[in-house]
């Protein structure tokens, strides 16, 4: 049954109430060998056509592989591919979960942008191979649909937030509900520069949570307010240009974000979080960070 959520009054439970999921303990990393900015289809692209420092990507990326792997994840990595230089953020293809019989399934995203399409069918492949069921919208019923870059898992609940507004259709989430069983608390952006709930929302764990407030609505604020504990709000300068909330909790205790957010990593150490800082500055260019280089699954 859908069940998707667009006000507050609307929300009838507790996070303490929803069923449990387990956290994802394995991480999916795509080389960065193809990577570059060739086209522009979102506001960060701009002026930066050409202008990736490749080998500098290649040191950003192999960092971040080493980050999961001290903290004891799981990691595999996907080769790139000629022609897709966007693979490499590898959050946006696919959104993966386990149901309540602990079967692994994924739901393939529909793409926005003509240029990305192509990498939905190479990452299906991927996960066709580690023996998860792959489930597809119908693509009558909803126009797009972005996978982790716009849907978000609440920390070890069955509940999902889903972005919508600029790469995902709100429609979307009728079918994500239904496909989940799980309620979708739906979130308007509003400001194109963040065009994904990925880069204005971080879930850190099941209590707090990190936003860029400018990006949401106020009945999206409502909701956010509504089921977390702690808000850590992040400047406009710090979000927007540093991607702070493009950020990562993979165990609701680190967080792994693009070094130089002074303002929100002492937010965060204040709260009780340790704070990991990466550079991801050439994939920045591209309008991604931190979240969007991996995709955690089960």
Not at 67 to 81: A, P, R, T
Not at 238 to 243: H, N, T, Y
Request: one cysteine or more; hydrophobic letters at 40%.
């Amino acid at each position: 049954m859908k069940n998707v959520l667009t006000s507050a009054d609307q929300i009838n439970f507790t996070i303490s109430g929803l069923p449990e999921m387990p956290a994802p303990s394995k991480v999916l990393k795509v080389k960065p060998t193809w990577f570059d900015v060739e086209y522009v289809i979102n506001p960060h692209m701009k002026e930066h056509v050409g202008g990736v420092d490749k080998m500098q990507a290649a040191n950003e990326w192999e960092h971040l592989v080493d980050g999961y792997e001290e903290l004891g994840f799981d990691v595999h990595i996907l080769d790139g591919v000629k022609g897709l230089p966007d693979l490499v953020f590898c959050a946006n293809q696919t959104l993966p979960f386990i149901d309540e019989n602990n079967e692994k399934k994924v739901i393939m995203s529909n793409m926005r942008a003509p240029q990305r399409r192509g990498e939905v069918e190479v990452i299906q492949e991927w996960f066709d191979k580690q023996g998860y069921e792959i489930l597809q919208l119908d693509e009558s019923k909803t126009a797009t649909f972005e996978g982790m870059g716009d849907a978000l898992w609440h920390f070890k609940r069955r509940l999902l937030w889903g972005g919508y507004g600029f790469r995902t259709s709100l429609d979307a989430y009728d079918q994500v509900s239904e496909l989940l069983n799980t309620p979708v608390v739906a979130l308007e952006l509003v400001d194109e520069k963040f065009y994904h709930l990925d880069t204005c929302m971080c879930v850190l764990n099941e209590k707090s949570v990190l936003i860029y407030e400018d990006a949401f609505t106020k009945a999206g604020l409502d909701m956010i307010h509504k089921l977390f504990e702690k808000v850590i709000h992040t400047s406009k300068y710090e979000a927007e240009k540093l991607f702070a909330v493009n950020a990562t909790c993979p165990d609701g205790k680190n967080v792994f974000i693009q070094q130089g957010s002074t303002d929100v990593n002492k937010k965060l150490r204040d709260a009780g979080f340790s704070v990991h800082e990466f550079s991801t500055y050439e994939f920045i260019k591209s309008g991604g960070s931190v979240f969007c280089l991996k995709q955690m699954y089960w």
